[in-house]
Each structure stands twice: as C-alpha cells, then as structure tokens.
Nanobody, 114 residues
C-alpha cells in the first residue's frame, strides 16, 4: 500500500525558512520522479518543483532561487527547503509522483504571515 506522509509545515514570518519532508512507503522510491505540489485556498493544486529519478530538478519560476528540492533514496524521503518565504507561498503542500500519480497524502500546511 502506497503511503505519502508530508511534514514540516507551520507558521513562519515573511523571509523565513521551512524544510518540508515527505516519507514514502510502498513504492520503488529510487526509480520514481517526484514532485512537491501546493494548493492555496480557492486555487487549483500546482506543481512547484520536481526531481527525477536521476536527480534532475526544476521549479516554477516564482520559487526558483528560493526553494530547493532534494531526495534521499536510502531513507525513501523527499525534501523541500524553502527560503525567503512570501505570503503568496501560503498553501497546503503535498508530494506525489510527476508522471505516475499515487494516492494523495494529507499534506502539510504552510502559512507565511507577520
């Protein structure tokens, strides 16, 4: 059974940092391209960053230079380091595959506010 468990979200002031984690089980983690998605209130879920099985990464333009996606195949864990956070980054953050989708986890909420 596939399980994706996101953690690390919270309330942070503008300019602050957070590191999100996604622990995966039930998938062949090292062979799967993975991404971080977010969904802000009243908006559609969007792909923010992805990392391929070969560790090639890409980001939406709005977070380039501020977010860094990484993976630890030994721990079956995906990370998202978020720096210089802005109020517009407020959303629930989820991990999932990029071409192969799994059941969505519960996500982890990120609130950027002073």
């Amino acid at each position: 059974q596939v399980q994706l468990v996101e953690s690390g979200g919270g309330l942070v002031q503008p300019g602050g940092s957070l590191r999100l984690s996604c622990a995966a089980s039930g998938i062949n983690f090292s062979l799967v391209g993975l991404g971080w998605y977010r969904q802000a209130p009243g908006k559609q879920r969007e792909l923010v960053a992805y990392i391929t099985s070969g560790s090639v990464t890409d980001y939406i333009s709005y977070v380039k230079g501020r977010f860094t996606i990484s993976r630890d195949n030994a721990k079956n864990t995906l990370y998202l380091q978020m720096n210089d956070l802005k109020p517009e980054d407020t959303a629930a953050y989820y991990c999932n595959g990029i071409t192969q989708k799994f059941n969505w986890g519960q996500g982890t909420p990120v609130t950027v506010s002073s």
